[in-house]
């Protein structure tokens, strides 16, 4: 089946660095890409929806120039937190729509991000 | 404004007997509705997707219903072991946008 790979699964940075976070498609190509933060004991918030060739849409409230996503292959999406802060520690989780309308979303394993 | 609501926040059942979990929803039309299952620290895994024209949906031991009248889904694991115990989100999809929208999620301990 589906397969979306994500890394890193835990990532312990500074404050004021930035982390790239990367999701690949392994077997199949994801022109959208979704990607949620997720708080503990909390559900899923959509952050924004990316997709290739074009900027990512981003829900209100999740600020553009903090939270960088590019789209830039069939395969790749990544999300980069630019300047991180302690508030922006989170779980962040990458998705990819079924193939089909009859298949469910395929989701990355989420990273674990701590920052400093 | 649009709500979806899992009522019970957590759930504990003995093994063997069946799980239902709820997912109620508000202000929404959704194509379809979804169930996932989540452990800790990891992604969600999909499970089952009921379209908004089916009533009920199985896969094995698990067992989806879609009510569009009461806005309601209900999701039943039959003869439930420890290894079900998980946190179990539903998801409406809207379709056009194909976003999906979660739940808070049931945790579910099944005890043995």
């Known amino acids: 089946g589906a397969v979306v790979s994500q890394h890193p699964s835990r990532v312990i940075c500074k404050s004021g660095t930035s982390v790239k976070i990367e999701c690949r498609s392994l077997?199949?190509?994801?022109?959208?890409m979704f990607w949620y933060r997720q708080f503990p004991k909390k559900s899923l918030m959509l952050m924004a929806t990316?997709?290739?060739?074009?900027?990512?849409?981003?829900e209100q409230g999740v600020e553009k120039d903090k939270f960088l996503i590019n789209h830039a292959s069939l395969t790749l999406s990544t999300l980069t937190v630019t300047s991180a802060h302690p508030e922006d520690s989170s779980f962040y989780i990458c998705?990819?729509?079924?193939?089909?309308?009859?298949?469910?979303?395929?989701f990355g394993s989420g990273t674990r991000l701590t920052v400093v | 404004s649009q709500k979806i609501e899992q009522n019970s926040e957590a759930l504990n059942i003995q093994e063997g007997k069946t799980a239902t979990l709820t997912c109620n929803y508000t202000?929404?039309?959704?194509?379809?509705l979804q169930w996932y299952r989540q452990d800790p620290g990891r992604g969600p895994v999909f499970l089952l997707l009921i379209r908004e024209n089916e009533k009920e949906k199985r896969k094995e031991r698990l067992k989806v219903t879609f009510d569009t009248t009461l806005k309601q889904s209900l999701f039943h694991i039959t003869a439930s072991q420890p290894a079900d115990s998980a946190t179990y989100l539903c998801a409406l999809d809207k379709g056009s946008a194909r976003q999906l929208t979660f739940g808070s999620g049931t945790q579910l301990t099944v005890l043995p």
């Open positions: 990316s997709n290739e060739g074009s900027k990512a849409t981003y």
């Open positions: 202000n929404y039309s959704p194509a379809y």
């Open positions: 998705s990819a729509p079924g193939q089909t309308s009859n298949y469910g979303y395929t």
């Open positions: 077997d199949f190509q994801a022109t959208t």
